[in-house]
């Protein structure tokens, strides 16, 4: 017996059905995470017509704005400088908990909040390099964002050592192939974007990993493109490092900090460059020398960014109840619709595809490249309609699980066609 038989229509699927509008709207019928989207400031605001860069900058959620008015009431205000001894220092390793748990798959005591990915990029990695010492050689790739590639390039220079490129394909990223073609005893660090900002090509972590370690080199991930929509088993993988930013999927805000792993068996052994007061051993002592915490905390370095920590709590909170596992469903049937949307709508008109189309190597986000681009942008801006665009040809439609739906997604690569078609 065939469903249709039962009276009830068949569930179109994201491969087989027409992308139309209808079918977008049906998606968003059957989806069980519709009802988070309401959640978020803004989601109901008619002059945004489709949000396609949460993977750049997240949303703010309604209860971010509850909690960061109560922040300033009752405990600025209220407390003032006691505020200090009554958890805003502990809130570092207390958020970085929390995420550990929700998002990442690390255990207590491992995960920090602070600075920026640019900076805690440069702590962590300067630590690694030094812990190798011998091995004249970091691993990295020519797609890797901008900041890590420069922050390699000084840390290179700066303790004489070589960097070896991996060259990924343009739609494509770091495979084991690429990573064994480079590797050698030379390798002291190897550097990789877990989701590649660009292709937004889903790295395979355990596997890379492994072989960093079968090398004797350790190895840092970046998950600013991946945390919050790609989970992550950092302890049981191995990692050693890892590093993210929390204003994209984590919806922290605009410069709200960073987060940094440090597996807890290297935390005794790594030294970061940046030998500040709170994270020494005894900070309110006031002493003559340096002498780092013991756990995770030796990681930080100044005084903790409270104020840009609020609102990442209510996106980590959120994460936790809903499940990463339910989070990464959703964006597989988000950039699953867009593949349809883009040979249905946008290649006819020339656009081509630089991301992969296997869902088990894709992140959040996929990248769409016509020459025009960067031409009709502003008219898209004027239409409400903010997708990512991308130096020199590429519009990333980035897909927030939680706040973006079919249908939204399915105006803001119509009104691109509109823009295409001209
Ligand atoms: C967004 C992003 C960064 C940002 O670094 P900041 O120091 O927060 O500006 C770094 N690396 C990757 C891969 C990113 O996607």
Not at 40 to 46: K, V
């Amino acid at each position: 017996m065939t469903e249709s038989t039962n009276g009830a229509a068949p569930a179109p699927t994201f491969e087989a059905a027409r992308p139309t509008f209808d079918a977008a709207q049906e998606f968003d019928l059957r989806d069980d995470l519709r009802g988070y989207r309401a959640g978020f400031l803004g989601s109901d605001d008619a002059a945004i017509v489709s949000y396609l860069d949460g993977n750049s900058l997240g949303r703010p959620l309604k209860a971010s704005a509850a909690r960061i008015g109560s922040f300033l009431q009752n405990q600025w205000a209220g407390r003032l400088i006691r505020g200090w001894d009554e958890g805003w220092l502990a809130l570092p390793g207390k958020i970085g908990d929390e995420l550990g748990r929700a998002a990442l798959g690390a255990g207590p005591g491992q995960v920090t909040i602070g600075d920026s990915t640019t900076v805690l990029l440069y702590k962590l990695c300067r630590a690694a390099v030094a812990a190798r010492p011998g091995r004249r050689e970091v691993v990295l790739d020519t797609d890797n964002f901008p900041t890590d590639r420069f922050v390699l390039e000084g840390i290179a220079s700066e303790c004489g050592m070589t960097l070896r490129w991996i060259r990924p394909a343009h739609d494509g990223g770091v495979r084991a192939q690429d990573l064994g073609a480079v590797l050698s005893e030379q390798t002291a660090l190897v550097v990789l974007s877990h989701v590649a900002y660009r292709s937004g090509y889903l790295a395979d972590m355990h596997l890379l990993t492994a072989q960093a370690h079968e090398a004797g080199a350790l190895i840092l991930w970046d998950l600013c493109h991946s945390v919050g929509v790609v989970p992550t088993e950092l302890d049981m993988w191995g990692v050693d490092l890892a590093v993210g930013c929390s204003y994209k999927y984590l919806n922290g805000g605009p410069g709200a900090p960073a987060f940094g792993y440090v597996r807890q068996d290297h935390q005794a052994v790594l030294r970061q460059p940046i030998q500040g007061w709170l994270g020494s051993a005894d900070p309110f002592g006031m002493g003559e020398r340096y002498e780092a915490a013991a756990g995770i905390r030796a990681f930080t370095s100044g005084t903790p960014p409270v104020v840009g920590m609020l609102a990442m709590q209510d996106m980590i909170a959120l994460i936790d109840k809903v499940g990463i596992a339910s989070i990464r469903a959703k964006s597989i049937s988000l950039t699953t619709f867009a593949l349809r949307l883009f040979d249905d709508v946008l290649a006819p008109l020339g656009a081509s595809l630089a991301s992969p189309r296997d869902a088990q190597r894709r992140g959040s986000h996929i990248t769409v490249e016509h020459p025009t681009f960067q031409t009709i942008m502003p008219a898209l801006w004027e239409k409400g309609v903010i997708p990512d665009f991308r130096n020199p040809s590429g519009i990333r439609l980035g897909l927030s699980p939680l706040s973006t739906s079919f249908a939204e997604l399915w105006r803001g690569v119509d009104a691109i066609r509109e823009e295409l078609a001209g």
